[in-house]
Structure formats: structure tokens, C-alpha cells
């Protein structure tokens, strides 16, 4: 637990940001692969750690670590924004493949769509793609119940 505390720590330091406990709980909620949270399910697990957590200082720091690069958001569809650990990659605008057995979420790097293959004069100024489908042990699980 030491490592990870210092881990998350370190995560925040470099971004140039102070350590603060909610930006600690929030990297940590966020850590384990494949978990993208709404700001209701994060305000939900933080209150149940922490007894009570301020909207406005929640959003505040969603917004800080947007900035920092440090989480990402991903609009999953109109109504419904998760926010995710930014991985190794710093490309912002990137596919997500989003479960819709299990709800985690991969970030997809390795797939990206270059203006040369848009109509000629077009340019991107940002994208959204998110995969929906069966992760692989959703799949697998779902083969061995047959």
C-alpha cells in the first residue's frame, strides 16, 4: 500500500501539482486498468471513504487533472462522461473500446484516423470514437456458460 500511496504521489508531484488528499483518492480510484468513472460514481466512492465530499471541489480537481493530463475524459454517449487515468501515451484524442457487459474501458492508442484520410481541405480539431463491443474475458466467460 506504501508504493502505491507513494506511486500516486509521485503521479501528482510531477504534473507540478500539490498533493492533495482528494487528488490521492482520486488517482486511486482511478489506477486499476480499465476503470473510467462518472463524476456521480467517483462522488459516490469518495464519500463512502471520506463521509462527505464538496461538489464543486471535486469538479475543481477533475478539472485540474483534465488540464495536467493526467486523467482524460471520454463521452461514452449524450448523457454519460467518464473520466480515466491517462496511460503512457499523451496522444488526448484517441479511440476507446468500452464493454458493455463489464463497462471497462481501453484506451485504443494504436488506432487513430489522419487528416489525409478525410475529404481534401478537412481538418480535425478533435475526435471521439468509443468501440462498443465484448472484452475478451467477457467473451470468455460468456463461451464457457454456453
Same mark, same amino acid.
Given at each position: 500500500?506504501?508504493?502505491?500511496?507513494?506511486?500516486?504521489?509521485?503521479?501528482?508531484?510531477?504534473?507540478?501539482?500539490?498533493?492533495?488528499?482528494?487528488?490521492?483518492?482520486?488517482?486511486?480510484?482511478? !489506477?486499476?486498468?480499465?476503470?473510467?468513472?462518472?463524476?456521480?460514481?467517483?462522488?459516490?466512492?469518495?464519500?463512502?471513504?471520506?463521509?462527505?465530499?464538496?461538489?464543486?471541489?471535486?469538479?475543481?480537481?477533475?478539472?485540474?487533472?483534465?488540464?495536467?493530463?493526467? !486523467?482524460?475524459?471520454?463521452?461514452?454517449?449524450?448523457?454519460?462522461?467518464?473520466?480515466?487515468?491517462?496511460?503512457?501515451?499523451?496522444?488526448?484524442?484517441?479511440?476507446?473500446?468500452?464493454?458493455?457487459?463489464?463497462?471497462?474501458?481501453?484506451?485504443?492508442?494504436? !488506432?487513430?484516423?489522419?487528416?489525409?484520410?478525410?475529404?481534401?481541405?478537412?481538418? !480535425?480539431?478533435?475526435?471521439?470514437?468509443?468501440?462498443?463491443?465484448?472484452?475478451?474475458?467477457?467473451?470468455?466467460?460468456?463461451?464457457?456458460?454456453?
Amino acid at each position: 500500500m506504501v508504493a502505491k500511496t507513494e506511486s500516486i504521489s509521485s503521479l501528482i508531484r510531477d504534473k507540478g501539482l500539490n498533493i492533495t488528499e482528494i487528488r490521492r483518492r482520486l488517482i486511486n480510484l482511478l !489506477i486499476a486498468p480499465g476503470t473510467a468513472l462518472t463524476q456521480k460514481e467517483i462522488e459516490e466512492a469518495l464519500e463512502t471513504e471520506m463521509g462527505s465530499v464538496d461538489r464543486v471541489t471535486l469538479y475543481r480537481n477533475l478539472r485540474v487533472l483534465m488540464e495536467k493530463h493526467l !486523467i482524460h475524459q471520454i463521452s461514452i454517449d449524450a448523457n454519460t462522461v467518464k473520466y480515466k487515468l491517462a496511460g503512457a501515451h499523451k496522444k488526448l484524442d484517441h479511440p476507446h473500446f468500452h464493454c458493455s457487459h463489464c463497462d471497462k474501458i481501453l484506451c485504443m492508442p494504436q !488506432i487513430s484516423i489522419k487528416e489525409d484520410m478525410l475529404p481534401g481541405g478537412y481538418i !480535425i480539431e478533435s475526435s471521439n470514437l468509443i468501440i462498443e463491443g465484448i472484452c475478451a474475458l467477457c467473451n470468455k466467460t460468456k463461451h464457457e456458460n454456453i
